[in-house]
């Protein structure tokens, strides 16, 4: 079984960043595909980012240009790194690793709030 730990959320002010990280109990090669979502209060969950095996990434829309996502394989880590940050991210933010056989792993989440 995989274990994620998401990390680095707080409370932030408008315009200011933070840096989200998930490290993962296995290693990054196992993986696919892994990514970033979010549940802000009274929403459904939503992509935030994702980055393939072979480094391809997406984003959402409302956070292209402003966040970007990446991995470390020697730390088993993804990180999102958010900039700019707008008081409408506010959310908890959720780490989601898929393997190659369907296996589909997700963090406990951590709070981000965008606040002044």
């Known amino acids: 079984q995989v274990q994620l730990v998401e990390s680095g959320g707080g409370l932030v002010q408008p315009g200011g960043s933070l840096r989200l990280s998930c490290a993962g109990s296995?290693?990054?090669?196992?993986?696919?595909?892994m990514g970033w979502y979010r549940r802000a209060p009274g929403k459904q969950r939503e992509l935030v980012a994702t980055?393939?095996?072979?480094?391809?990434?997406n984003y959402a829309d409302s956070v292209s240009g402003r966040f970007t996502i990446s991995r470390d394989y020697a730390k088993n880590t993804v990180y999102l790194q958010m900039n700019s940050l707008k008081p409408e991210v506010t959310a908890v933010y959720y780490c989601?690793?898929?393997?190659?056989?369907?296996?589909?792993?997700w963090g406990q989440g951590t709070q981000v709030t965008v606040s002044s």
């Open positions: 980055i393939t095996s072979g480094g391809s990434t």
């Open positions: 989601n690793w898929k393997d190659w056989s369907a296996g589909d792993y």
């Open positions: 296995g290693s990054i090669f196992r993986f696919r595909a």
